[in-house]
């Protein structure tokens, strides 16, 4: 049957405050976390009646325990939306969230859903990389890949190998830079309306509240130099220029455009296009690049058209392979404006929606901006970029 | 300080400063945690007081934004940890508990900082009173049980709940928190606290600390203003007098802790604060060494623990499984047994009776009770759906052939059920257990001819079945652990409080009332009338007087319990010509809440009228010397069974201690048996 395809919207974002594997939400279950996002969105958004939500797409990397059973079901059942609302979970590891995102998308896009939430949990102190997984012996045997592909931190040391441009010092000095963004935001008051404030427990000091990420520090380039590199001897990758362990959540609510202006929902976003990409399992922080060419080539626009990037600070070398691929300079003011997930914390499946909820600010401060891309890289070789529209654009005058 | 507790588990009161969005100054949120998971839940004994008082000074001292306390997940705190009252000796450490709960609470209610209750759980006495020391309150729609139960046993809201609950909410909503609620075994629901205005704000439990932060950062910011309605004073006098003539006729004056709660809230319309709460101490300090008080504890720990881990029980382990229950009989005690069985156990359970017209009506009752819950919202459509499908019924017993439990609730005639058994044994396994629900005839000799005699058991409920938590089992002299074993499980899982019995006559509450009646019954013989026996009670506040207990039990199966116990007892256990008329007459005792006056002409003659005090006297030493025999014979382990029995079967009160209690206080066991039920501390004052 004929049909039209439907503009999809991004209506609003939020994450948990994003804290340290082991830190402040170690008493604190990882399905709670998506809850409380998925309530702060609905308390949020009180004009959005909580049976019109057609799905919950939940991604989480490690599906067990508090982050198993169907978690996008259970989450909606556990958050208080009505047992006729379904969901499910979804993994893509780093893109989890990104690709929840782009399945309701497509779902709304075709007219299956009006609308729908879609987010991502990873509490990396409860559920460690490499829980439980079971690599196929073949891996090794016929040689498929690397077995360094397996390990995130010794594709970036490839990376590094295979891009000399990229030296120690300029990795360094982009670590430095997203804590100097993120500490600026938080001083300016940009980051914390995107936060949930979530009640944390433990025995010995009773109830708390988290309210900002546990993750950002002060440093220094000296102090930076010094930090061991855990993936290789001599190496180039430290914790000062990758994410760390981090546990969070993050929740978005899409629409279809029609149904967002009809129920009075706001418009942060318009999605344009998106693409995924594999590359080399080895070099997998290389995977932002073909998927952002293949989202571009989808939307018919060229890198010149994009006016703010929101990119996934995995680790710095791959951020900055972006950016040499397309002559950005390391510190344009157009890429992640209030730092990153070096800063920030990277909970493996919840980023990608912190990415969107960041660009959808950004957005309304910056109506002479049309276009912007969120992307990232993913384990075993992929890429994920999501184009998306400003609506608060005014026109073709900068 | 002067009182101790050696065994207190201490709740701790744990600091941390928090920031919360909105508020440029931290907030100190006390936890309040003992340190264990919900089973045992956060209480206030000395130390734990001490706590709270350092953890209020050290978040007075940090200068927050606010002060808010809560509790650990799913308790808040359940109020005074009333298992060190026994170490309580002296009035003087009596008075000093009170002094110390004012003292430490007080702090929250004089404080410059804001002060938060975040009543995240159960909030019950000395619990619900800390919340009500601060300055707002917000409760949690997961916080199931919120109270002021203190007069249940025996005591008084004694850390100012009886001086600020009404000031709070006004006299009606106090008088039914702290008086009517504790005496119908009531709690109050999250939304009820919320609209009776207990709690300022309700939110809900899934993210009840965050909104309850966020909205106490509101008010003291000044975005969020509460609005409480004024307490009406006009209509407190007639509110409180209204309560106590609901009391004294339902207590006749008895319970000591309902009087003095109410001359609290009398009190609390006028006086100051400070005279209101040295009033409550004092009368806590009464109350605390006042036998009543006393009893009210045992019985109540009777009811929470030993009734929970029965005595003399063979090992769990030894339990078989039950996956399908026969009842023989469909009439109306066999089809609330099969109502009870299908929902606790949610196995088959089908019913057998003489004719097809007597099964069909009744599953029909079954069902039509399940149909009933169902629609009352107490049974979910899916296990309604499921029950229907459980219970069925046949003319034919071999349908028990695959019953592991086979009750029979028949017409109390041992020919008839030894005649049942011998036919069941050639169709059930020989491990099925054979129940019967007989409340007087001896299980031994039900199961003399039986070729497995050891797998049949008493199991005795109290009507209505699907209200009174009691259930008596008894062994009979061949029964074997196993079966005892099972008959504990399946008790536990219809959620029955069960009590081991031996096999004798009447077992425990039958006989125990039965010995009553009958010391009733002798009096109106001798020529006492009615109305004068059945006032004679009134000063015990037992439940009912003897004529509604003996209407409700009704006259016919009293007689025939009263045969029994004749028969097995015959000096004393009287055969009364005036029950037997009445019997026969087949009349309604009350009328209108009244002895009916035709029932009053059937008890005329005898020669020698008792007053009211010895009707009462003569009844008490006859409980005192069957209850003595009793032991004796080793019808249960010890006396706190009988007290555990009469409570939680014939409903005595707690401020009895359920009977021997009060025996041993009034010192009518001493007098009769020359020695007490209980040693002195057990149920009464230490020595």
């Avoid at chain 2, 026994?86 to 450490?93: A, D, G, K």
């Avoid at chain 2, 720990?301 to 469909?330: C, M, N, S, Y």
């Amino acid at each position: 049957m004929p049909r039209e395809v439907r503009e999809v919207v991004f209506v609003d974002g939020v994450r948990t405050p994003f804290g340290k594997a082991g830190g402040m939400y170690a008493e604190t279950r990882a399905d709670d976390l998506v809850i409380r996002c998925i309530r702060e969105l609905m308390r949020r958004n009180p004009q959005l009646p909580p049976e019109r939500v057609d799905e919950v797409a939940i991604a989480a990397t490690t599906q067990i325990g508090d982050q198993g059973l169907t978690i996008g079901r259970t989450a909606a059942l556990l958050a208080g939306l009505p047992k006729t609302v379904p969901g499910y979970a979804i993994d893509r590891m780093c893109a989890g969230a990104m690709t929840a995102v782009t399945n309701v998308a497509g779902g709304i896009a075709m007219g299956a859903y009006d609308i729908a939430i879609a987010g991502g949990v990873e509490h990396m102190g409860r559920h460690p990389m490499g829980e439980g997984v079971d690599p196929n012996p073949r891996i090794l045997a016929e040689k498929l890949v690397d077995p360094s592909a397996l390990v995130m931190g010794a594709t970036a040391e490839n990376l590094h190998d295979r891009l000399p441009d990229i030296t120690k010092e300029r990795v360094d000095r982009y670590g430095l830079n997203s804590q100097l963004k993120t500490a600026k935001a938080y001083a300016d008051g940009k980051l914390q309306g995107d936060l949930v404030p979530v009640a944390l427990r433990d025995a010995e000091q009773g109830w708390g509240l988290a309210t900002v990420d546990e993750a950002p520090r002060e440093t220094s380039l000296e102090k930076l130099a010094t930090l061991k590199t855990p993936f290789r001897p001599h190496g180039r990758v430290t914790a000062g220029n990758a994410a760390g362990l981090n546990d969070g959540a993050t929740a978005a609510l899409l629409a279809d455009e029609a149904t967002a202006r009809e129920l009075g929902l706001p418009v942060a976003m318009r999605m344009v296009s998106f693409g995924y990409v594999g590359v080399e399992p080895e070099i997998m922080g290389y995977g932002p690049i073909p998927s952002t060419e293949k989202a571009l080539k989808k939307a018919g626009l060229t890198i010149d058209d994009i006016g703010l990037f929101e990119l996934n600070e995995a680790f710095a070398v791959q951020v900055l392979a972006f950016l040499d691929h397309y002559g950005i300079a390391e510190d344009d003011p157009r890429v992640n404006p209030w730092g990153g997930a070096i800063a920030i914390g990277h909970p493996l499946a919840s980023s990608g929606v912190r990415l969107m909820t960041q660009l959808a600010r950004h957005f309304a401060e910056h109506p002479e901006v049309r276009y912007g891309l969120t992307a990232m890289c993913i384990g075993i070789g992929m890429g994920g970029t999501v184009i998306w529209e400003n609506p608060n654009w005014k026109g073709a005058d900068k | 300080m002067t009182i101790e507790h050696p065994n207190e588990v201490v709740t701790k009161a744990i600091v941390r400063l928090v920031a919360v969005p909105g508020l440029d100054r931290q907030a100190a949120l006390i936890t309040l945690d003992n340190g264990f998971d919900y089973k045992k839940p956060n209480s206030f004994g000395p130390a734990g007081l001490a706590s709270l008082d350092a953890a209020i000074t050290e978040a007075t001292a940090a200068e927050p934004a606010f002060i808010a306390i809560t509790g650990k997940p799913y308790i808040f705190c359940v109020g005074a940890d009333i298992t060190g009252i026994p170490f309580l000796t002296s009035r003087e450490q009596a008075l000093e508990l009170g002094e110390l709960g004012h003292r430490v609470f007080v702090r929250l209610k004089n404080s410059t900082i804001p002060t938060f209750a975040f009543i995240n759980g159960a909030a019950l006495g000395g619990g619900l009173e800390v919340a009500l020391h601060c300055h707002y309150r917000t409760v949690s729609t997961g916080a199931t049980a919120l109270g002021l139960p203190e007069v249940a046993i025996g005591l008084v809201p004694g850390w100012g709940g009886s001086q600020l609950l009404p000031n709070l909410i006004g006299a009606p909503g106090a008088a039914q928190v702290i008086l009517q609620n504790p005496l119908t075994q009531k709690v109050l629901r999250p939304k009820q606290a919320r609209e009776l205005g207990v709690a300022d704000e309700i939110f809900e439990a899934a993210d009840f600390l965050e909104s309850s932060l966020l909205w106490a950062a509101g008010v003291v910011g000044g975005k969020t203003t509460v609005e409480r309605p004024e307490v009406d004073k006009d209509m407190w006098d007639g509110v409180l007098f209204f309560a106590k003539q609901q009391l004294d006729e339902k207590l006749h004056g008895a319970v000591p802790s309902a009087n003095k709660a109410l001359e609290l809230l009398a009190l609390a319309k006028e006086a100051t604060f400070e005279d209101g709460t040295a009033a409550e101490t004092e009368a806590l300090a009464d109350l605390i060494m006042g036998d009543e008080s006393r009893a009210s504890l045992y019985a109540f720990d009777l009811v929470q623990r030993r009734a929970k881990r029965p005595v003399g029980v063979p090992d769990k382990a030894l339990a078989r499984k039950v996956t399908k229950v026969g009842i023989i009989g469909a009439g109306l005690m066999a089809s609330q047994l099969a109502l009870l069985f299908a929902r606790r156990l949610q196995v088959p359970v089908v019913l057998t009776d003489l004719d097809q017209a007597r099964v069909d009506k009744g599953v029909g009752y079954v069902l039509g009770q399940i149909d009933k819950l169902a629609s009352r919202g107490r049974l979910d459509e899916g296990t309604a759906a499921k029950l229907r499908g459980l219970v069925s019924g046949s003319v034919d017993k071999s349908v028990f052939a695959d019953a592991d439990f086979v009750i029979e609730a028949v017409f109390e005639n041992l020919d008839l059920k030894k005649q049942i058994w011998a036919e069941l044994e050639k169709i059930v396994s020989p491990e099925a257990i054979l129940a019967t629900n007989t409340s007087s005839l001896s299980v031994t000799e039900m199961a003399a001819d039986l070729e497995h005699p050891e797998r049949v058991v008493g199991f005795h409920f109290f009507n209505p079945v699907a209200v009174l938590p009691l259930l008596e089992i008894i062994k009979g002299e061949r029964t074997d652990d196993a079966t005892v074993a099972t008959a504990f499980a399946v008790g536990k899982e219809l959620k029955k409080s069960s009590v081991l019995v031996k096999d004798a006559p009447a077992f425990v509450v039958n006989r125990v009332l039965t010995r009553f009646t009958s010391e009733v019954f002798k009096a109106v013989d001798a020529g006492t009338p009615l109305d004068v026996v059945d006032t004679a009670f009134d000063p015990l506040g037992l439940p009912m007087r003897p004529i509604a207990l003996l209407q409700l039990v009704g006259p016919a199966v009293a007689h025939h319990v009263g045969e029994t116990l004749h028969a097995a007892f015959p000096d004393r256990f009287a055969d009364s010509p005036t029950l037997k008329k009445i019997v026969d007459a087949g009349l309604p005792l009350l009328v209108d809440d009244e002895i009916n006056p035709e029932v009053v002409k059937l008890a005329t003659g005898g020669s020698a009228p008792l007053t009211t005090d010895e009707v009462r006297g003569k009844a008490l030493e006859a409980l005192a010397e069957e209850i003595r025999l009793m032991l004796d014979e080793g019808v249960v382990a010890e006396a706190q069974d009988i007290d555990l029995c009469m409570v939680l079967g014939a409903g005595w009160p707690m401020h009895l201690g359920g009977v021997t209690p009060y025996l041993d206080r009034s010192g009518i066991s001493e007098k009769v048996t020359g020695k007490r039920f209980l040693p002195k501390g057990v149920g009464s004052l230490p020595a």
